[in-house]
């Protein structure tokens, strides 16, 4: 069965430093990745989204940044954090292709305080 | 461009009782899937249902039922026998069925509380 990590939890940082989110994905192949942010109480802002290693389409004008190395990791970086950037950050994949249904399946998520 | 919208922020329900979230969206494609998530306080998102829209018939998942009208474009989540654990975040969502098209649209939420 398919599995999606995310790492860390929860991350305290100050403004002005920088920020790496690391995705992965278990046991399917070529996905379609996701990442989200969402701020409390509100819904979802998509990010990124990638359709292979090194293709990342970015949605939203920001700070963030996103890469692809491998084919089922996917990070989202920041060079200097806001405290704009304070949120929770999901990640998530779908089935790429023909494939139907294309539901997404998320992460547990990122709980981002910037201070 | 395709959009969702859920014009309940919020709903409450008694515990044993039926509520009806609302959803509609709006897209000029014919081919298309829409699905309900939730959204626990864990913050951890579950699909919920699914309805592809070529089906005429409404999906129905144990407690969770849609009604799905394509002409409208409406898609409702019921959830019957609503259960303490029911209480969350719902998100509708929709994606178009073109192979090139990855993305999924969600709408804003509805936050469900169920009484006891």
């Known amino acids: 069965s398919q599995t999606i990590h995310q790492w860390p939890a929860t991350l305290v940082q100050p403004v002005g430093s920088p920020l790496s989110l690391e995705c992965t994905v278990e046991g399917t192949s070529n996905p379609n990745l996701y990442w989200y942010r969402q701020a409390a109480g509100r819904g979802l802002q998509l990010l990124f989204y990638s359709v292979g290693i090194g293709q990342i389409s970015s949605e939203v004008p920001q700070n963030l940044s996103a890469s692809r190395p491998q084919d089922r990791q996917f990070i989202l970086s920041s060079k200097k954090l806001l405290l704009s950037d304070s949120g929770f950050y999901l990640c998530a994949w779908s089935v790429r292709g023909q494939g139907r249904p294309y539901e997404q399946y998320f992460g547990p998520g990122t709980r981002l305080t910037v201070t | 461009a395709q959009t969702v919208t859920q014009s309940q922020p919020e709903m409450s329900v008694q515990e044993a009782e039926t509520v009806t979230l609302s959803c509609t969206y709006d897209?000029?494609?014919?081919?298309?899937?829409l699905f309900w998530y939730k959204q626990p306080p864990s913050r951890q998102m579950i699909l919920v249902i699914r309805?592809?829209?070529?089906?005429?018939q409404n999906a129905t998942e144990n407690r969770f039922s849609v009604n799905f009208q394509k002409a409208a474009k409406s898609f409702s989540l019921k959830i019957s026998d609503s259960q303490l654990g029911d209480a969350a975040m719902y998100f509708c969502?929709?994606?178009?069925?073109?192979?090139?098209?990855?993305?999924?649209?969600f709408g804003p939420g509805t936050s469900l509380s169920v009484i006891p």
């Open positions: 309805q592809e829209a070529y089906k005429q």
């Open positions: 969502a929709y994606r178009s069925a073109k192979t090139s098209y990855d993305k999924v649209i």
């Open positions: 897209t000029s494609e014919s081919d298309y899937y």
